[in-house]
C-alpha cells in the first residue's frame, strides 16, 4: 500500500530532532506556588497533561510530514519524441524453414528463432519507435511505427515463413523502410535487416537504396545467416555507416541484437515523466483539526 510513497524533501524530517531539543531544554519557566492538599487533583490533571503532550506531539508530526510533501507516483511515462526509429526488417523466404539455429532445438526454424530473439530485442527498446516489414517474394508491413511493444509481439508471433511469398526481396525491403523513416528526420533512424540468402526478387538496384539511405542519413545495420549474400549486406552496412555481421547460431544471433542495442542507445533517463499525486494535504488537515482540539481542551483548564 504505502511502497509506492514518498517523499519530495525528506531533509525536513530534521525539524523532528529541533522539537525534541527544545522540547527537553526549552521549557518555559513559571512561579510555583505551594498548594495545601494538592495531591487531590494531581492523578486528573496528570491524565488531562498526557492527553494535551500527545497531541501537541502529533500535531508536530502531522505538520512535519506536510511540509516533508509526501507524494504517490502514479506512472512513470517516456516521452517517445527523443528515441530512435527503428525499421525491423525480416526475411521470412522459404530457407527461413531451414532448422539449424538452434542446436538445442531442432523443432524451431530458423523465422522461429528470430522471432524469439527480435521480442526481446523490442523489449528492451522501451522508448523507440519500432517498425516490422517481412520480405519474400515481395515486401509487407507487419506493423508501422509504433511504441506499441505488446502488440509487435503479438504480431510477431502470428508471423510465419513463407507469409510474403518463398523468394527474398532484400534490397526492396530497404527501399520500403526508407520510405517509411524519411518522413522521419527529426530523429535517429536505423534499419536493421536480417536474411538468410541472396536476393532474389527486388526491382529496385543496389546503388538506388544505398543513395537513398546516404540521403536520408539512415544508418542500415544488417544481419547475414550462414551463408547469405554477405557482400551485399557488408555494402549496404558499409555505405550507411553501420556494422554488418553474421549469425551461424541463435547464441551468435542474440550477440548479435545485444551489440546493436548497445551501439544505438536512446536517452531514456533524460526523457522520463512521472505521475504523482500530491498528499500532503491529508496530514495538514489532520494537524488543523488537532490544533482546534488542543486549543478547545486548553481553554478549559
Known amino acids: 500500500m504505502f511502497s509506492n510513497i514518498s517523499f519530495e524533501y525528506p531533509y525536513v524530517f530534521l525539524l523532528i530532532l529541533v522539537f525534541i531539543f527544545c522540547a527537553v531544554y526549552c521549557k518555559a519557566k513559571s512561579a510555583t506556588y505551594l498548594i495545601p492538599h494538592l495531591n487531590i487533583f494531581k492523578q486528573s490533571n496528570q491524565k488531562a497533561s498526557i492527553l494535551i503532550n500527545t497531541i501537541k506531539y502529533l500535531i508536530a508530526l502531522l505538520a512535519i510530514i506536510s511540509l516533508a510533501s509526501p507524494i504517490k507516483k502514479l506512472d512513470t511515462q517516456l ?11 525480416l526475411d521470412a523466404s522459404g530457407s527461413m524453414k531451414y532448422r ?6 531442432q523443432s524451431k526454424n530458423r523465422f522461429d528463432v528470430v522471432k524469439d530473439i527480435v521480442k526481446d530485442f523490442i523489449d528492451k527498446r522501451k522508448a523507440d519507435n519500432i517498425g516490422l516489414v517481412v520480405f519474400g517474394d515481395f515486401v509487407m508491413m507487419a506493423s508501422p511505427l509504433s511504441f506499441d511493444k505488446n502488440t509487435q509481439n503479438e504480431i510477431l508471433s502470428y508471423l510465419e515463413v513463407e507469409i510474403a511469398g ?3 526481396a532484400l534490397i526492396d525491403s530497404i527501399a520500403s523502410s526508407v520510405n517509411i523513416l ?35 542519413n539512415i544508418k542500415a545495420y544488417t544481419i547475414g545467416i550462414g551463408n547469405a549474400n554477405r557482400y551485399v549486406l ?30 544505438e542507445k536512446s536517452e531514456i533517463d533524460q526523457n522520463k515523466i512521472i505521475l504523482k499525486e500530491y498528499l500532503y494535504f491529508y496530514p495538514l488537515f489532520i494537524a488543523v483539526l488537532l490544533l482546534i482540539l488542543l486549543i478547545y481542551l486548553r481553554s478549559r483548564e
Do not use: C, R
Not at 522521419?184 to 543513395?211: C, H, R, W, Y
Not at 552496412?237 to 553501420?242: E, I, M, T
Open 182 to 216: 524519411k518522413e522521419k528526420q527529426d530523429t535517429s533512424n536505423i534499419i536493421i535487416v536480417l536474411s538468410d540468402g541472396e536476393d532474389t526478387a527486388s526491382t529496385i538496384p543496389l546503388n538506388i537504396v544505398i543513395k537513398l539511405l546516404k540521403k536520408y
Open 100 to 105: 539449424d539455429l538452434d542446436k538445442n532445438d
Open 234 to 263: 557488408n555494402e549496404i552496412a558499409k555505405q550507411s555507416n553501420a556494422k554488418a555481421y553474421t549469425a551461424f547460431s541463435k547464441d551468435d544471433l542474440a550477440l548479435i541484437y545485444e551489440d546493436i542495442n548497445k551501439l
Open 166 to 168: 518463398q523468394k527474398t
Open 79 to 89: 516521452i517517445k519524441n527523443d528515441g530512435i526509429n527503428i525499421m525491423l526488417n
